[in-house]
């Protein structure tokens, strides 16, 4: 199976930045993708930010401009680079990996706490 570390969330002012990271291990070939999705406390798992192993991102609408994914030269780590932080933003983060084995598969990490506030 895959196993998905992350770390770097915390507690930032408004405006502020935080940097995540995400390790995969384990059976980690034929990734199709490695990306970031929140989930703030009474509302839904949304996507934030994705990159395929062709180069390919996505964004939220909400964080265009703010926020950056990239990957490692290796392609084991993923990293969200949060800039200009909103109180809005605060939420569960969670690296998510797909791979394509027998079908696409998808793996979650345990999910890192990002709290936004004065």
């Known amino acids: 199976q895959v196993q998905l570390v992350e770390s770097g969330g915390g507690l930032v002012q408004p405006g502020g930045s935080l940097r995540l990271s995400c390790v995969a291990s384990?059976?980690?070939?034929?990734?199709?993708?490695m990306g970031w999705y929140r989930q703030a406390p009474g509302k839904q798992r949304e996507l934030v930010a994705v990159?395929?192993?062709?180069?390919?991102?996505n964004y939220a609408d909400s964080v265009k401009g703010r926020f950056t994914i990239s990957r490692s030269n290796a392609g084991n780590t993923v990293y969200l680079q949060m800039n200009s932080l909103k109180p809005e933003d605060t939420a569960v983060y969670y690296c998510?990996?797909?791979?394509?084995?027998?079908?696409?598969?998808?793996?979650w990490g345990q999910g890192t706490q990002v709290s936004v506030s004065s």
């Open positions: 990159v395929t192993t062709d180069g390919n991102i």
């Open positions: 998510n990996l797909k791979r394509r084995w027998v079908g696409l598969q998808d793996y």
């Open positions: 384990g059976s980690i070939f034929s990734i199709v993708s």
